[in-house]
Structure formats: C-alpha cells, structure tokens
C-alpha cells in the first residue's frame, strides 16, 4: 500500500522514476551482454572479451571530469533526453549489424565505448536534476526511490539478461536493453521541472577553468571533500576485495559455481532492503549517525568471509554478511549523495557529482589489479584480510571530520564559476 505522502504519488516525480526504473534496468543488463556477445557470437578469445569490456569503461576514466563541466549551464533534463536517445541508438547498431552480418569485436568495443559515454552524461545529469524535482526535504526520500530502482536493477538486470541471451541470442538482447534508455527518454520529454536558466557568465570560461574551479570547490569544502576522501577509499579497498572474492570462495572453500551465484544473488537483495529502510533511519538517526553507522559497518561485514568454513552453513553465513554489506552500502549512498546534493551550489552540482564519480570510477580498475597482485603474493586469505583493513580507513575519516555534526547543512548561495 502507497503511503499518502510517499513522492511516488507526486506525478512529475513517478514519471522520472518509471523512466529511471526501466533505463537503468537496461543499463545493468549491458555489462553483461556484451560480452557473451563477443564469447558466444563471434567465439571470442578471453582476450577480446576482456578488450570489449574494457573499451566500456574507458570513457568513465577519460570523459567523467570534463562531462560534468560541459553539461554544467545546460538544462539537465535535455541533457538526459537527448543522451538516454543516443545510448539507445548506439546499442540499436548491435542488433542490426548482426543481422546484417556485418558485426565484429571492433564494433562491439566501438559501440560500447559511445554508450558508456551518453550513459554517463546522463548520469551525471540525473544527480543534478533531482533537486529540482523535490523539495529539499524531500531528497532524502527521493535519492532512496531512487536507490531502490538502482539496487532492484542491479539485482534483476543480469538474471533478465541471461535468461534472454539463452532464448533470444546476444544481439536481440541488447535491443531490448536499448529499449530501457528510450523508455526513459520518452518520460523525460513529458515532464517540466523548475531548473534555473542558464547563466551567460559560465560561457566566459574555458573548460579546464571550469573543471578546475570545481575541484577547487570541493576542496574547500569539508563536507564535499570528505564525502570524496571516503567514496575514494571505499572503492578502492571493495574493489580489491570483490576481484578475489569470487576465486576465495572456489578455491578455498569449495564452493561450485552455481553455489557462488546464488550466494551474490541473494545478498543483493541487501541493497533493495536498505533502500527501502533507508528513510526510516535517516529519520530515526539523523544524517551524521546514519553515515558514520553505515561507513563504520563496511570492514566488520566484509571480514566476516575470513571465518568462513566449507559447507552450506558457510554460505547461509556469507549470504547474510553480503546482505548487511550492501544494505550499509546503499544507506550511506542515499544519505552521502543527499548531503553533497545540498552541499553543491546549483552552478556547480554537475561538476561536483562527475568529480566524485570520476573518483570512484577511476580506482575501481586499480584496486581490483592490486588485489589481485597482493593475492599472488601472499595468498587469497591475507589478500581479503589486507582489503578488510584498509576499509577501516573509511570510518577514521568519517569520525574525525565535520560528518559528525552534519545535520541540517543548508544550501550554498551561488558563487563565483571560476
């Protein structure tokens, strides 16, 4: 039952989310397409399977700072139309080339690397734009809705897209997938938000000026470089321990594939829960202990995996801390991405939400090569143990920083772009 106030009954709100809900479904699917795609319809080596992944997440790497610059004095929501369109049209390419017997692996890294890029323009943009669909406090609960079609996507994308590469083949299934992104486009031509016209004053500057002035920002800022310092540290140190995880739980503790899986499976059902509950503790806790609760959770429920032994109580065990894992996970980015919404003057939201992107985005691949390394050297069990302990880093920060009394922080005025 809808309750009376819930934002979903707002209809500017239900329709973006509808949008969203359906877009990002198709996103998740992606990832995952692609390269069964390569593996099963043009009998890939792993070489090229790993070439065609990796040419999807170069544009983060490369385009993620300037984006959130050139996007910056643009309205946001013609910005996400006209990108969700271009995403669609560029996966469109796949299916038809492969009707057209005419698709190989360099087409699929070409049209991976321009769909990753339109994708996250509008990523970019949608952070920016959900201010101007609620009021201020209303965030919270909109950043959770919005979470929850996140977290619901994650988790039924990649199931959605294996069960329709068997069926329908690769091709045919990332059509589908396209279908998301214009779906989202469609919601977003029918709703008029307030956004604030476009200042002529930014138009005076360079780009590099106008990236540099928002890293400026955060830097000057606690709050925002805080929230940056911990999603960086954060990414890293999950990143190096989700590479290994997989290979621990098989070679250590016997686990088949299908048991690995299910496990992963049912924990993110963890990040649907806490997107739904994380309202409720926002309201109960406040935004500083609801951050520091959830930073503070990651070491402890990640190492749970280091008392593990072989069998199903294991995996019941595993299952239920990878549930907690995520569920902490989604609160504090429900409650970190409404603190630096508020935090970031609308002049500089675009800028400020690519450069934490960028952050995360750029260590992921790090992070995941060291884990790896580490694992080689010292083993699987010590590898996971070194990641668990560099979570801790997060909470030190959180504790020793202005996140203690964050609160009720009020919105910037404008300043200056440069």
């Given at each position: 039952?809808?309750?009376?106030?819930?934002?979903?009954?707002?209809?500017?709100?239900?329709?973006?989310?509808?949008?969203?809900?359906?877009?990002?479904?198709?996103?998740?699917?992606?990832?995952?397409?692609?390269?069964?795609?390569?593996?099963?319809?043009l009998h890939a080596s792993g070489l090229e399977a790993s070439v065609v992944s990796a040419a999807s997440l170069l544009p983060g790497m490369l385009f993620m700072l300037p984006i959130g610059a050139l996007i910056e004095n643009l309205p946001k929501r013609l910005v996400m139309m006209w990108a969700d369109l271009a995403e669609s049209a560029a996966?469109?390419?796949?299916?038809?080339?492969?009707?057209?017997?005419?698709?190989?692996?360099?087409?699929?890294?070409?049209?991976?690397?321009?769909?990753?890029?339109?994708?996250?323009?509008?990523?970019?943009?949608?952070?920016?734009?959900?201010?101007?669909?609620?009021?201020?406090?209303?965030?919270?609960?909109?950043?959770?809705?919005?979470?929850?079609?996140?977290?619901?996507?994650?988790?039924?994308?990649?199931?959605?897209?294996?069960?329709?590469?068997?069926?329908?083949?690769?091709?045919?299934?990332?059509?589908?997938?396209?279908?998301?992104?214009?779906?989202?486009?469609?919601?977003?031509?029918?709703?008029?938000?307030?956004?604030?016209?476009?200042?002529?004053?930014?138009?005076?500057?360079?780009?590099?000026?106008?990236?540099?002035?928002?890293?400026?920002?955060?830097?000057?800022?606690?709050?925002?470089?805080?929230?940056?310092?911990?999603?960086?540290?954060?990414?890293?140190?999950?990143?190096?321990?989700?590479?290994?995880?997989?290979?621990?739980?098989?070679?250590?503790?016997?686990?088949?594939?299908?048991?690995?899986?299910?496990?992963?499976?049912?924990?993110?059902?963890?990040?649907?829960?806490?997107?739904?509950?994380?309202?409720?503790?926002?309201?109960?806790?406040?935004?500083?202990?609801?951050?520091?609760?959830?930073?503070?959770?990651?070491?402890?429920?990640?190492?749970?995996?280091?008392?593990?032994?072989?069998?199903?109580?294991?995996?019941?065990?595993?299952?239920?801390?990878?549930?907690?894992?995520?569920?902490?996970?989604?609160?504090?980015?429900?409650?970190?991405?409404?603190?630096?919404?508020?935090?970031?003057?609308?002049?500089?939201?675009?800028?400020?939400?690519?450069?934490?992107?960028?952050?995360?985005?750029?260590?992921?691949?790090?992070?995941?090569?060291?884990?790896?390394?580490?694992?080689?050297?010292?083993?699987?069990?010590?590898?996971?143990?070194?990641?668990?302990?560099?979570?801790?880093?997060?909470?030190?920060?959180?504790?020793?920083?202005?996140?203690?009394?964050?609160?009720?922080?009020?919105?910037?005025?404008?300043?200056?772009?440069?």
């Open positions: 039952m809808m309750a009376k106030n819930s934002l979903l009954r707002d209809p500017t709100f239900a329709k973006y989310w509808s949008g969203q809900a359906v877009s990002l479904t198709g996103s998740a699917m992606i990832p995952v397409v692609m390269p069964l795609i390569a593996a099963l319809t996966l469109v390419v796949v299916p038809v080339l492969w009707w057209a017997d005419m698709l190989s692996i360099a087409a699929l890294c070409v049209v991976g690397f321009f769909a990753s890029t339109f994708g996250i323009v509008s990523q970019v943009a949608n952070q920016a734009l959900t201010p101007y669909l609620v009021r201020e406090d209303q965030l919270i609960e909109a950043n959770a809705k919005l979470t929850l079609a996140e977290s619901t996507a994650t988790s039924a994308g990649p199931a959605a897209a294996g069960f329709l590469v068997a069926r329908l083949g690769g091709p045919a299934t990332l059509g589908i997938a396209a279908v998301g992104s214009f779906f989202s486009a469609a919601t977003l031509a029918v709703i008029r938000p307030p956004e604030p016209a476009p200042d002529p004053a930014a138009k005076e500057h360079g780009l590099y000026q106008l990236i540099v002035a928002g890293l400026h920002f955060i830097k000057k800022n606690a709050v925002l470089r805080t929230l940056m310092a911990i999603n960086a540290v954060d990414n890293f140190f999950l990143a190096w321990i989700q590479a290994i995880l997989t290979v621990y739980f098989l070679r250590e503790l016997h686990w088949n594939s299908e048991a690995v899986g299910l496990v992963l499976g049912v924990a993110a059902l963890g990040g649907v829960i806490g997107s739904l509950c994380a309202k409720r503790l926002h309201d109960l806790l406040g935004t500083s202990r609801l951050l520091l609760l959830a930073v503070s959770a990651g070491a402890p429920t990640e190492a749970v995996v280091l008392l593990l032994e072989p069998g199903t109580a294991g995996k019941v065990v595993a299952c239920a801390a990878q549930s907690v894992a995520i569920f902490f996970t989604v609160c504090y980015s429900v409650t970190s991405r409404t603190l630096r919404q508020i935090e970031s003057p609308d002049n500089m939201r675009t800028r400020i939400t690519a450069a934490h992107r960028w952050v995360s985005v750029a260590l992921l691949p790090l992070g995941a090569l060291l884990g790896g390394v580490a694992s080689s050297l010292f083993g699987l069990y010590t590898a996971i143990a070194c990641g668990c302990a560099g979570l801790v880093c997060a909470p030190l920060l959180a504790w020793f920083s202005p996140l203690r009394r964050a609160e009720t922080p009020s919105s910037p005025s404008e300043v200056k772009t440069s």
